[in-house]
């Protein structure tokens, strides 16, 4: 995809080091999600570290979710810390885009966010799960007020190009009818004796009972048309107050058009452990979190600093970095010990010496690539129009989500969606493409699903997290043999050195994967510092 | 259940209503919504009523959301307007108890409200539908803000006394456990032929693959412990960052244990039309609305008016009422038209003179009982320790309900549960009971899920809606029969009388039927003036 014809001024190195990445990061997202690795945290309420050895010092690099835990924690527990940070702002992933943002991707071209007033889009994470302890209690300890997020939205579409002649369907209707199907199934193949073999006969009454209110099934065990299939679907016309209110009933989708469609795939997204309710997120965006850790930590983040080159010998570790405000001058930074939470696509080209395995590891893991897109409206016409208040419509275009904002419901007014969040090769198409056709793309797909997009659309920006100078990826993709041959060994402190990051963890691409990390790897540089301390 | 071993006063006349309409109230709510009757409003954005005829008058009665739309709307069309309203306050059953409010029920117990600042439980309506436009309009036009409400929690308990010992197993258990099971099972009939006659080869193949993505079944098609159903129903040991951090899968329970336990019956809530997602409830407590109207219409509502006598001519309709601090003295009040949204069950005792088949259908509705407690609590420890953040515990406990705050999450200090929300016979024995003694056992009950009630439990207060002076009862139970016969003559403008309110409604209990209503019946009443006017 990234070939000759994309007009825009690409580093041959960048485009190699992107084209290079793309086989590894064939494990998508999704596919992780189904094999169980983005779930709960092990994190519990900690008491924090005590009593670092007098006078000991930490170097962090990277003031995102990672390396600021560590600094809140390091500093807690007596540590002399220093933060170098690429960015002129913290958070790194955790980060809302906002009306008078700027941001230039690698390539060279800025985008400068015009969105109004309180509108934001969230280019990395968006959403905190309930059980993302590490992260919630950061957020309580910082004073970021969170609100509930909306994830699945009934009145949301599913929606694919080939499926009901392009026309997007209410998940509700989807779900009903999948549902429904499939109870009704079960309750005839039980009826007909088919299941005498796995099921008792007494726990087939209860399951027939039990199909029958859960698939809304009729008396005769069958999913029709009714008013208990329209209590789930919809109805024709819907029930109302007064003379003339009476409602009419839908008629469900037949099990060949459901399967055909393929639109079930859609189905499960909220039975995922991490997007199960609650869901929260930030009031005012994401970026609210690393703004906060910002501001706690103020005095120990130098920004605008990139690192150059991470130097360990047998009583600390030195640092080179410049000032991106005045390239070319080599800066230098010492500690007792360094917590690096650079990403490993960065990381993996700094020389640094630590040991083959972890050099090993740091090369191991290619990183996805995604682009998000925030579009902003002139009307909330998706509340409006079509009374979809947050939650995601799912579709097979490029485009993959269209999300709605889970806040400022009813409200007047403009509006800004995401637009697209867009992964695996799709993603490495939008990303060759400059911010203002991955936009203009963005609302010519929408536009299938909602048609008020030509008319309501005013501008829009779009993340090409490949193009992101200080990730140069969206995550870090463990494959099942790479996380078995390489993990330990990229956690592991390698002399005065640990990683940390999402890419530390086995929740990647959340940001309680880097709290865990960070907590985890401090408490064992710690360990150490403190049994040197008394040695 | 109302005995003599109940110790508090109650007149006889309350005392034999309460047991009169018991029979009629075994329809509950449950099986109202899956036939279908409690679901989206045909309401579509009104222009408005215009043009009243010069000079013509409404007197309504009752200022509770039927009532107040109705004036909102008439006024805004030109008639001359008056409300008179029993209660001191506007908002009828859209009402929130917050501390320093006080409640006197029939028998005299007056409770006084001692939550703290912030804190409140909605005794009536606690939710707002997406779909329920116009209720949702009036918050969009008085000012309302509205905020998530979390209907479904995965992380909130299922809970039978008499399943798994007693023990709460939390929602995306029994959820995950039930469908992998039912998927399984299915997928296996399918893989045995079984259901060679009613699917077609090929879209078994379909089937097959869309329940192993919906069920979380491995790959040959089992339900069984390992990360994929351990991404839905959660890990033994949550996977982290950092070393040691490797998540352990967690094992289904058996199917006949899911079966058994009879928890599925609570897996259907979140999928029924009014409670998917997304849902709102105002900020502050839904008592918002009926305030906002209230201030709205501040000089057309008269406070502390009870109705005695109805009585229409030719020319308009007086209406006797006392004031309740002035109780003896008769006042009149008299207007051309009359729209009547008092409660069925205190209107069926009004001397009123409509037409017969009128009368006959406002004796033919029972109102259902319900009971409703709020509890307060020194601090969220539902947050706190078992990190379930808004939604509700389902238990065959008395109690039925545990709804948990859908707002505040994350706050320190205190807190507001509603500790029960009672049904059926239960109500009835609860409504028998002191206000204290439902909080006793509200605090009893929920001990055996929460054990934390014991020791951080503060103080309560129950509404019993069989008990309340405005509504005796909670909502109008109309039988598919006695709908047949009476609905449309209890809606048919009487001469000049009209009625309205959720139990006009194919909307019971939801603040949809009130508002609907009322907008049908103003139309039908101003349509009558028109002609009259033009005559």
Redesign the interface.
Known sequence: MQDGGSNFSMKRRDLLRMIGLTAGSAAMYQAM???????????KQTTGLQGAPKGASVLILGAGIAGMVAAYELRQAGYKVQVLEYNHRPGGRNWSLRGGDSFTEMGGLTQHCRFDDGLYVNPGPWRLP??H??I?SY??KLGVP???Y?Q????AYLHSANAFGGKPQRY?TI??D??GH??E??A??TQ?G??DA???KE?QE??LE??R??G?LDKNFAYER???S???R??D???????????V?STPLG??DV??S?L??N??AG???EF???L?QPVGGMGRIGEAFGRELKELIRYNARVTAIQQDDHGVSVAYEDTNTPGQTLNARADWCLCTIPLSVLAQLPMNVSQPMTDAINAVPYAASVKVGLQFKRRFWEEDE?????ITYTDLPISNISYP?TG??SSGKGVLLGAYIWGLNAYEFTAMTPEQRVRKAVEYGNQIHPQYKEEFEHGVAVGWHRSPFTMGCFGVWSEEARAQHY?NL??VDGRIAL?G?H????PAWQ??????????I??IHQRAMSGATA
């Open positions: 999600s189904s094999l169980g690795f983005a779930a709960e945290s092990k994190f309930y059980h302890h590490g919630l957020c309580k969170l609100e509930s909306v699945v939205n009934y009145n509700r779900n009903a999948y549902r499939v109870a199934l079960l005839k193949a007909g088919k299941l796995p099921v008792s726990d209860l399951l039990s199909l209110e859960w809304a009714g008013t208990t329209s209590n789930r919809g109805f016309k819907d029930p109302g107050g007064g003379l003339s209110a009476r409602p009933p099990l060949k399967l055909g393929r079930w795939s189905l499960s039975e995922i452990y199960q309710t609650a929260f009374h979809i208040f947050g939650g889970s419901f009813h330990d956690c592991k940390a999402e530390a963890s086995y929740l309680e994967g880097a709290v865990t990390s960070a907590l985890d790897a408490g064992r």
